[in-house]
């Protein structure tokens, strides 16, 4: 990016004092560990590499020594480095050029399409971060969780409740309310060092004899129920056995599942009453050959939905 040079020269004796609130928002700060390429006319010693800005902030030049970077636009370190070589050139020419952006990460992590830390080259919203990370996945839940230093301050968005903990902070936000606008005010602006994360969403499974068979996200469901599975599997196909479908629900991590008999016909029908599905259930819908599946067989299809298709 090449920064113009378009503001009146500074005399030699100028006091220059530039700080971080002077930068326009719109504006990349510069920060410990970002790389600027610096030109200088007439002034041989400048290196022709990239000048890394050190921990504390600060370059080193030839001629003018030690200068802070830290917290200055490009255009204000250009500027800053025309005052300070104007002792040594007769109206120096100065460029300043951001060769590697290193100074603000954001972490994103989750259900994402591509999670990672990423740098933001200038100020980012929420939304442009997820943008950044390819956007949600399929199995991505209703909420973005973002966490912040304290040293970074507090999320100053009203209607936003932060949970704060020992070092750091964190906001949940709904993905609906910032992606269709209508809690436009949730789009924050991330800060350097934030970790947004989006949880997975909870899934339930429909297997065996229906017309669309995988895993469906609760994420716009505050519950599922056999009924809703059903007609998100659009129905029966025409060798299912509904009367003999099963309900297959991990109760403990590492204990056996548990079985459950479901009469699907009799739910349809309105002579049972429906019932609730938890996350990570697998409803199995076994083909009218079979009458009945068996535990081993509902666990044998459980083996595949770890590559079934996740449906929002």
Not at 70 to 87: C, D, H, I, N, T
Not at 203 to 222: H, Q, T
Request: hydrophobic fraction near 40%; aromatic fraction near 4%; glycine fraction near 6%.
């Amino acid at each position: 990016m090449l920064w113009l040079c378009s503001v009146p020269a500074l005399s030699a004796h100028a006091q220059v004092t530039l700080r971080q609130r002077d930068v326009p928002a719109h504006e990349y700060t510069l920060g410990p560990g970002d790389q600027v390429r610096i030109g200088v006319a007439d002034v041989d010693d400048i290196p022709d590499r990239p000048v890394r800005i050190d921990p504390a902030g600060d370059i080193d030049l030839p001629l003018i020594g030690s200068v802070h970077a830290s917290g200055l636009a490009p255009e204000q370190l250009r500027q800053v480095l025309r005052s300070r070589f104007s002792k040594y050139v007769t109206d120096p020419s100065v460029t300043v050029n951001v060769a590697e952006y290193e100074s603000r990460p954001v972490s994103v992590l989750g259900a994402v399409i591509r999670a990672g830390v990423y740098q933001m080259n200038s100020p980012k919203t929420l939304v442009d971060v997820l943008s950044m990370a390819g956007g949600t996945a399929p199995d991505a839940g209703a909420m973005v969780v973002v966490t912040r230093q304290a040293s970074r301050g507090d999320f100053a968005v009203s209607g936003l409740r932060a949970e704060k903990s020992a070092g750091s902070s964190s906001v949940r936000i709904s993905l609906d309310g910032i992606t269709s606008s209508t809690r436009p005010s949730d789009n924050i602006l991330i800060e350097p060092d934030d970790v947004v994360t989006v949880p997975k969403a909870a899934i339930v499974y429909v297997l065996g004899n229906v017309r669309k068979a995988g895993g469906f996200s609760m994420a716009s469901y505050p519950s599922m129920t056999v009924l809703q599975a059903i007609s998100l599997a659009e129905g029966f196909s025409s060798n299912a056995s509904a009367a003999n479908a099963r309900i297959l629900r991990r109760v403990e991590e590492n204990a056996p599942a548990k079985e459950i008999k479901v009469d699907a016909t009799r739910i349809l029908s309105g002579k049972d009453p429906d019932q609730p599905l938890l996350a990570n259930d697998v409803l199995y819908i076994p083909n009218s050959a079979m009458k009945a599946a068996s535990k081993r067989v509902i666990e044998a299809a459980i083996g595949v939905t770890t590559a079934a298709v996740i449906y929002r």
